[in-house]
Nanobody, 117 residues
Framework: QVQLVESGGGLVQPGGSLTLSCIAS????????MAWYRQAPGKEREMVAAVAKASGTTTYADSVRGRFTISKDNAKRTVYLQMSNLKPEDTARYYCNAGFKHPVHPWGQGTQVTVSS
C-alpha cells in the first residue's frame, strides 16, 4: 500500500523559512523522481519542485525558483522541500508524490503552510 506522509508545515511570518519532509512507502522509491505540489484555496494543485530519480536534476516553478530547494534521501525514502523567504502567496497545502513530471500515486494528507504576519 502506497503511503506518502508529509510533515513540517506551520505558520510562519513573511520572510521566514520552513523545511517540509515526505516519507514514502509501499513502492520502489528509487524508481521514480519525486515532486512537491501545493494547492491554495480555490486554486488547482500545482507542481512547485521536482527531482529526477537518478541524476538529481531538479526543476522549479518560476514562482519559487531561488527560494525553494528540493532534495531526497533514498536511504530514508524521504523527500524534502526547503523553503526560504516565504511569501503570503506561498500559503497552501503542500503534497509530495512520485513522478518527475506527473503524479503517479494517490495523494497523501499534505501539510499546511501558512505565511502571515
Amino acid at each position: 500500500q502506497v503511503q506518502l506522509v508529509e510533515s513540517g508545515g506551520g505558520l510562519v511570518q513573511p520572510g521566514g523559512s520552513l523545511t517540509l519532509s515526505c516519507i514514502a512507502s509501499g513502492f520502489s522509491f528509487t524508481t521514480y523522481g519525486m515532486a512537491w505540489y501545493r494547492q491554495a484555496p480555490g486554486k488547482e494543485r500545482e507542481m512547485v519542485a521536482a527531482v529526477a530519480k537518478a541524476s538529481g536534476t531538479t526543476t522549479y516553478a518560476d514562482s519559487v525558483r531561488g527560494r525553494f530547494t528540493i532534495s531526497k534521501d533514498n536511504a530514508k525514502r524521504t523527500v524534502y522541500l526547503q523553503m526560504s523567504n516565504l511569501k503570503p502567496e506561498d500559503t497552501a497545502r503542500y503534497y509530495c508524490n512520485a513522478g518527475f513530471k506527473h503524479p503517479v500515486h494517490p495523494w497523501g494528507q499534505g501539510t499546511q503552510v501558512t505565511v502571515s504576519s
